[in-house]
């Protein structure tokens, strides 16, 4: 175990103990203490997340922008601008589409008319859809 994770590990177990204490189950810190925390003891999975959330994350934190400026994603990259993980995407996800809080004008008058011609809130709502104004797509 080299340096740094036995000093992660060290701290785990302090604050592990430090909780045991506060929640007045002494018993369990003093068997933490006693053991450490060897895998298949009652406290390696907690000692092992606590690592974990006390390691900091590998790469850069990347923002990747399309041709307008706007922001498409955010990326963990390596230093050879490999993705190690996706934070965040944004965009429309498939199968949706971006409309007003507030219909238009033209949406108002689409839905009226198809009122009309049908009592079906499917058809109503999708004449709306149809007359919404274009929006441009931020991944574009």
């Known amino acids: 175990m080299d ?36 895998p298949g003891g009652v406290h390696y999975g907690a000692v092992q997340a606590i690592i974990a959330a006390l390691t900091p994350p590998e790469g850069h934190v990347v923002v990747t922008r399309n041709e307008a400026g706007q922001a498409v994603a955010v990326t963990r990259q390596d230093d050879e601008g490999r993705i190690l993980s996706v934070i965040a995407e944004f965009g429309t996800p498939e199968g949706y589409v971006l409309v007003p809080v507030e219909p238009t004008v033209e949406m108002v008058v689409a839905g009226n008319e198809a009122e009309n011609e049908s009592k079906f809130a499917s058809e109503i709502y999708g004449a709306m859809l149809a007359a919404r104004p274009e929006v441009p797509n931020v991944n574009d």
Not at 12 to 35: C, D, F, N, P
């Open 3 to 38: 340096a740094k994770v036995y000093e992660l590990a060290r701290r785990a177990r302090e604050l592990l103990v430090s909780k045991y204490t506060e929640l007045g189950i002494e018993s369990q810190a003093a068997r933490l203490m006693e053991q450490g925390h060897q």
